[in-house]
Each structure stands twice: as C-alpha cells, then as structure tokens.
C-alpha cells in the first residue's frame, strides 16, 4: 500500500513537474515570437520613416534651391529697379515712369510671394524634422530591444 502511495505521490510530482516544464517552455516561445514580431514591426517602421525622410529631405532641398533661384530673380528685379532710380538724381524720369512702375510692382508682389514660399518651405522642413525623430525614435527602441537580447 505505501508503494502505491508513493507510486502516486511520484506520479503527481512528475505530472505537476511536466505541466511546470510545459507552461514555462510555452511562455518562452510566446515571449519569443512577441519579440520576433516587435522587432518586425520596428524594422518596417524604421524603413517606412527612411523613406518619408529621405523623401522629405529631397523636397525640402529642391524647394530651397527653387527658392534660392527665385531670390536672384528677384535680387535682378531689384537691380532693374535700381537701374531706373539712378538715371536722374532728382527722380525717375518722366519717359521711364511707367515701365519703372511695371518693374517696381512685379518686383514687390514677387517679395510677397517669396515670403509665401519662403514660410511653406519652414513649415515643410519642420514637418520633416519630425519626422527624422520618429525614425531616430524606432531606431532607438529597436537597439533598446536588441541591447537587451544580447544581455
């Protein structure tokens, strides 16, 4: 009888062991996949944000070099404009007025539209700033997660 007892005595302790071993191994495996899938989606976030960002900053570059070409335009405009104010150091002369007049308006609406193009071209480069840090964000959580791997 006390065989018995200790026959089931030991048949609980293994089958309890057994269920431990069980329980435990699968939390690995869950906590690994979790991993594996959090990894995965931070590479693909990083990879995302590495294109918007470099994309972003192509667009920010080639709004600048557009604005830096309207800016000489208009630093031309101002010269013409210039030109005409030092023909006579009374004034512009009658002859010249309404062409100087012409040059005079393109040349100050062409001012109001470079401050517009000027304050979107800021309004885009801060939109890609951030979104440089949401890439440096990713980034670092990735090493984060890895970091801790490696531990």
Same mark, same amino acid.
């Given at each position: 009888?006390?065989?018995?007892?200790?026959?089931?005595?030991?048949?609980?302790?293994?089958?309890?062991?057994?269920?431990?071993?069980?329980?435990?191994?699968?939390?690995?495996?869950?906590?690994?996949?979790?991993?594996?899938?959090?990894?995965?989606?931070?590479?693909?976030?990083?990879?995302?944000?590495?294109?918007?960002?470099?994309?972003? =900053?192509?667009?920010?570059?080639?709004?600048?070099?557009?604005?830096?070409?309207?800016?000489?335009?208009?630093?031309? #405009?101002?010269?013409?404009?210039?030109?005409?104010?030092?023909?006579?150091? =009374?004034?512009?002369?009658?002859?010249?007025?309404?062409?100087? #007049?012409?040059?005079?308006?393109?040349?100050?609406?062409?001012?109001?539209?470079?401050?517009?193009?000027?304050?979107?071209?800021?309004?885009?480069?801060?939109?890609?700033?951030?979104?440089?840090?949401?890439?440096?964000?990713?980034?670092?959580?990735?090493?984060?997660?890895?970091?801790?791997?490696?531990?």
């Amino acid at each position: 009888m006390t065989s018995t007892k200790v026959k089931f005595a030991i048949g609980i302790v293994v089958t309890i062991s057994t269920a431990a071993i069980m329980y435990f191994g699968a939390q690995r495996i869950l906590e690994q996949q979790r991993l594996r899938q959090e990894i995965t989606r931070l590479r693909d976030g990083i990879y995302r944000s590495r294109v918007a960002a470099d994309r972003c =900053r192509r667009s920010v570059a080639s709004g600048e070099g557009e604005l830096q070409a309207f800016d000489a335009r208009i630093g031309e #405009m101002r010269a013409r404009v210039d030109s005409f104010e030092a023909l006579d150091p =009374r004034g512009v002369p009658g002859s010249e007025y309404d062409s100087y #007049m012409k040059h005079f308006d393109a040349h100050n609406d062409s001012v109001s539209v470079w401050e517009g193009r000027e304050q979107r071209l800021r309004t885009q480069d801060a939109a890609c700033r951030e979104v440089i840090v949401k890439h440096n964000s990713l980034g670092d959580s990735l090493k984060t997660i890895l970091d801790g791997l490696g531990s």
